[in-house]
Structure formats: C-alpha cells, structure tokens
C-alpha cells in the first residue's frame, strides 16, 4: 500500500468555522454590527472572531474584574463557539465598552436589556441569571457613580 503524500499537507487546516454560522450569531448577538469583528480564512470560512469594542476601550477596561484579552487578540479553534459569543457579551469589561461607546445618549444597559441575548435568558438556569443581574447591577451602579461620562 503507498498511502505517501496526501494527508501530510493539511498543515494550513484551522478550525474554522462557516461564515454563515458567524453570520447567524451576528443576527443574533450583534445585530446593530456594533462589535462583533471577524476574520476569513478563506472564502467562506472564518477562523477568528474579536471585539471591536473591548479592542476600541482595552486601556479603559483591562482593571475589569475578569478582563481577558481574548477577544481582542480574537479567539480561534475551538473556541469559536456560540457560547464563548453569549459569555463575552454578558462579561463585565465588555458591558462597560458597551457604556464606553455609548457614553452619550441613552444609557447603555438600557440597550443591553433590549437586547435579544438579555431576553434569551429568561429560560436559562436560575444561577446564570442572578449572574447575569449581578453584572448588570455592577454595570449600573459604575454608570451612576460617574465611572462614565
Ligand atoms: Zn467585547
């Protein structure tokens, strides 16, 4: 049998995901186009997402409690999953981009309420939602403490 050269030159392969599914998820999570970046591969294929907000605010957001840089360097592989998406957005550094950016006008956890993602939540599990309010309290209350202009 000489199975030689065939399967060895798949060293570029990533695991990238369809644009059409990155595409779902920013109808889903981003549907103002606000945040959410990506990457292409190839025609059709996306191997890195990041945030365009957490990227615009980092020197602002990085004393956050559980700041992470990984949407800002951009995650791949395996992480590009939707739930990574749904854990971002809800993270404390993200929200207080989210204020950041929108600093004038209506306040931003206003919008954040209204978002699809918020409401989605209603079926989730008692102890991701009481989280959930806990990061949208300490959202507000920096809001009100004039953190933001
Ligand atoms: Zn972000």
Redesign the pocket.
């Known amino acids: 049998m000489s199975s030689s050269a065939s399967s060895k030159k798949s060293k570029r392969q990533t695991n990238g995901i369809k644009l059409a599914t990155v595409s779902s998820w920013i109808q889903k999570y981003d549907k103002n186009k606000t945040?959410l970046d990506y990457e292409l591969e190839t025609a059709g294929i996306v191997n890195k997402i990041s945030?365009?907000?957490?990227t615009k605010y980092e020197n602002k957001i990085n004393g956050s409690r559980n700041f992470n840089r990984a949407?800002i360097v951009g995650t791949t592989g395996s992480a590009l999953k939707a739930d990574n998406l749904r854990k971002?957005?809800i993270?404390d550094?993200?929200i207080k981009?989210?204020q950041y950016e929108n600093k004038i006008g209506i306040p931003a956890i206003d919008i954040i309420r209204k978002a699809p993602i918020f409401q989605s939540f209603s079926g989730a599990e008692e102890e991701t939602r009481e989280r959930v309010s806990k990061l949208f309290d300490i959202a507000y209350t920096c809001k009100r403490g004039n953190f933001i202009f």
């Not at 945030?51 to 957490?54: H, I």
């Open positions: 945040w945030c365009k907000l957490c949407f971002h957005i993270s550094p993200h981009a989210v």
